[in-house]
Every structure is written in structure tokens, then in C-alpha cells.
């Protein structure tokens, strides 16, 4: 089990970018998936990144080639790098934890991308 807490949502203007960053309580050297999820109004939540313990990542279909996924094991730190973004990439933005026991989520963190 880990706690997580999402930073660096904001408001952006189209074509912009934005970096989130996931802080876990522990380790998260040995979960076996660090993802990203996100949830507009009036939809479901959706699978946006994810990034394993050997290192594989995959994206969805909408945002790949300008989201970009990674971690920092020392800093127990999951990031998001989002470019060239869209309106419809506001949402609110949940980082989660992965494993046999389960997931953990964090609060989330809102994104709005607007002129």
C-alpha cells in the first residue's frame, strides 16, 4: 500500500504544455504499474499512461506521441509530460499504484485547457 498525491494541474491554453508529478510515500520500486488515469465530465475514467517495473510504457491512443510518462525511483516520483494539449484533454488527472493487492489512488489534480 502506498499513498500518492498529485501536483502541477493548472490552466493551460491550447497547444501548451503542462508537467504533472505523482509523490508516493514509499519505495515504488517494487509496484508492479504506475499509471495515469484521467476523468472529464460526464465520461469514464480512462486509461491515459502507464509505465512498469521493468520500464514498459503505453499510452492511449489520444494522447500518444505528446504525453510522455516516466518515473524517478530515488525521488519516488511518477511524472506526466504533457505537450501540444487540447481541449479535451481536460480533465481531472488521478495517479495510481498497481499491484496484486490492488490499486491505490491519489486525490487528482485538475487540468483545463482553454484560450
Known amino acids: 500500500q502506498v499513498q500518492l498525491v498529485e501536483s502541477g494541474g493548472g490552466l493551460v491554453q491550447p497547444g501548451g504544455s503542462l508537467r504533472l508529478s505523482c509523490a508516493a510515500s514509499?519505495?515504488?520500486?517494487?509496484?508492479?504499474?504506475m499509471a495515469w488515469y484521467r476523468q472529464a465530465p460526464g465520461k469514464q475514467r480512462e486509461l491515459v499512461a502507464g509505465i512498469t517495473v521493468g520500464g514498459s510504457t503505453d499510452y492511449a491512443d489520444s494522447v500518444k506521441g505528446r504525453f510522455t510518462i516516466s518515473r524517478d525511483n530515488a525521488k519516488n516520483t511518477v511524472y506526466l509530460q504533457m505537450n501540444s494539449l487540447k481541449p479535451e484533454d481536460t480533465a481531472v488527472y488521478y495517479c495510481?499504484?498497481?499491484?496484486?493487492?490492488?490499486?491505490?489512488w491519489g486525490p487528482g489534480t485538475q487540468v483545463t485547457v482553454s484560450s
Open positions: 514509499r519505495s515504488i520500486r517494487d509496484i508492479y504499474l
Open positions: 495510481a499504484g498497481v499491484g496484486v493487492r490492488g490499486a491505490d
